[in-house]
């Protein structure tokens, strides 16, 4: 007789594999398109070098830690990393904790009241740390599952820009306070809030034994319950079950946990599903694409005296001594990664190196493989040359190369438009979107939250857990 599954996990990302995990007593089926786990969660190698595909960091390790104990997974050990914002004059390490933050940029905004936006921001911080909203209440993720709290989520309904001004004149200064970078934010006041306890509060860290081992670890306990290589191609609904179509066969469930970009799998859906399901991505935004170049280079041969951080954030309209106008990636922020410089990621002599910045999808779109490929080495050498001031040498050091657009975000990750980070974080506060407009249907990961309140990666756990909960106390399954 033909299996139907308790419920059908599609993707093996973090969301999908904490879903399993919390699940594994049932009988379950994780549906995952590529050859192995994680998602965008993982790592690849270039000959000597590793690169993350993804994250390269993320916040509440201690969260992550405390769960990976709980389920006798690996013993986790972080590595705090830190950023450096470069904008000409600028020169800060932004990532350090607020109290210590403040002082640096009292000194450069000496007109300014710099004290009253951190003193004001901190409060608000300590409000909504952990907050979220869900059908007429608030829930703090910190304290467990479904942790109610009282919270009067009024006075928060603005944009950072609009709340800081309330304290500051300058331009530049209220760019950093509400975006944490130098280009005009769109983020509401709680992203913003939410997104300075990440960077600088709670801090990004990096697991010491690396990314993809933390994910094999979390997969080794659910590996029985995932068929990887099967991706789905079609939804539909037939005689109270979930019928998930895949190249190698079909699946029937009687609920689902996506766990796959939400965009994406609505045009998998059949016609009867996608009408129900479209109120949920109607009026959603995804956020912004971006270009990585991955280098692998020979440290010798490079001067790092610029670099004070793990991660630059590198404004080269502002450099003096950047004169590249010409170049696409003039007038865009620049991050420059030196991975090596927080884990093992190559050769003691070599350098692992990501350059990312943005770049729009459509740009990357062409009608042959042929043009796509000229396009894409074509930006990816001006991506390098653009912080040839920043790090001199790096032009000529590089030893393995390699990049990834929008497409290739699109394509892999499996991500619409390839958007990286979820929803515009233009929210009021961080909604619970875990349920969704098809009952029995819930969703996990990155797109489950309208704001990732904890960071996406942490986000993306716990709302395996919460869609996990869901399943579990619909009647008896
Ligand atoms: C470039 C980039 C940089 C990032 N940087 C950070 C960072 O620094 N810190 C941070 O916390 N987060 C970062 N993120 C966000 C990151 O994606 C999340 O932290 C986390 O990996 C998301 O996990 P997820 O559970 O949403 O699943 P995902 O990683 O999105 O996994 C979804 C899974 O679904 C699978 N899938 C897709 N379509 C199908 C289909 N049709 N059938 C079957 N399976 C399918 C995919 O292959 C994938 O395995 C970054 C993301 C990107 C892309």
Redesign the pocket.
């Known amino acids: 007789m033909e299996s139907i599954f308790d419920a059908g996990i599609?993707?093996?990302?973090?969301?999908?594999l904490t879903a399993a995990l919390e699940l594994r007593d049932y009988n379950i089926i994780v549906?995952?398109?590529?050859h192995r786990?994680?998602?965008?969660?993982f790592s690849f190698r270039r000959k000597d070098y590793e690169f993350l595909?993804?994250?390269?960091?993320?916040?509440h390790p201690d969260l992550i830690k405390s769960y990976f104990m709980d389920k006798g997974l690996s013993n986790l050990r972080f590595t705090r990393t830190n950023y450096q914002l470069l904008a000409g004059n600028i020169n800060l390490i932004i990532s350090k904790p607020l109290n210590l933050l403040e002082k640096d940029l009292k000194s450069l905004f000496q007109h300014e009241n710099v004290e009253k936006a951190v003193s004001e921001l901190k409060e608000v911080i300590c409000k909504v740390r952990g907050i979220f909203y869900h059908e007429g209440k608030y829930f703090n993720a910190l304290k467990g599952n479904w942790f109610e709290v009282q919270m009067d989520g009024a006075g928060y309904d603005i944009s950072a820009a609009e709340f800081f001004s309330q304290f500051i004149e300058d331009d530049t200064l209220l760019s950093i306070l509400s975006g944490m970078g130098l280009k005009e934010s769109e983020f509401s006041l709680i992203a913003s809030a939410c997104m300075w306890d990440v960077l600088a509060e709670v801090g990004?860290w990096y697991p010491a034994d690396g990314l993809s081992e933390m994910v094999r670890s979390l997969f080794s306990k659910v590996e029985n319950k995932v068929k990887l290589r099967?991706?789905?191609?079609k939804i539909s609904f037939e005689d109270g079950n979930y019928v998930l179509s895949?190249s190698k066969g079909i699946f029937k469930a009687k609920r689902i946990i996506l766990?796959?970009?939400v965009k994406?799998?609505y045009y998998?859906m059949d016609d009867e599903l996608s009408k129900t399901f479209k109120p949920f991505i109607d009026k959603r935004e995804e956020g912004d694409s971006?270009l990585?170049f991955y280098a692998g280079i020979d440290e010798s041969k490079i001067n790092k005296e610029r670099i004070r951080a793990h991660h630059v954030l590198y404004y080269p309209y502002l450099d003096e001594s950047n004169d590249q106008r010409g170049n696409r990636f003039f007038e865009n922020e620049v991050e420059v990664t030196f991975l090596s410089d927080y884990g093992k990621f190559c050769p003691e002599d070599k350098a692992a190196v990501m350059i990312?910045s943005p770049l729009d999808y459509d740009e990357c779109k062409f009608d042959t493989e042929e043009k796509y490929y000229k396009f894409k080495e074509k930006i990816s050498t001006e991506l390098l040359e653009i912080v040839e001031p920043l790090v001199p040498g790096i032009g000529s050091a590089v030893e393995v190369r390699d990049a990834?657009t929008p497409v290739t975000?699109e394509v892999w990750?499996?991500?619409y438009r390839g958007s990286?980070?979820g929803w515009n974080w233009d929210d009021s506060m961080p909604r619970c979107l875990v349920k969704t407009p098809l009952e029995n249907f819930y969703v996990?990961?990155?797109?489950s939250f309208s704001i990732?309140f904890l960071?996406?990666?942490?986000t993306?756990l716990y709302s395996?857990k919460l869609a996990a909960g869901f399943v579990r106390s619909r009647e008896k399954i």
């Open positions: 599609i993707g093996a990302g973090i969301g999908g549906l995952e398109k590529l786990p994680g998602g965008t969660s595909t993804g994250p390269l960091g993320f916040s990004l099967h991706a789905i191609e895949t766990n796959a970009d994406k799998t998998l971006l990585t990312r990834s975000y990750g499996g991500r990286i980070a996990c990961g990155i797109y990732p960071g996406a990666f942490p993306s395996g």
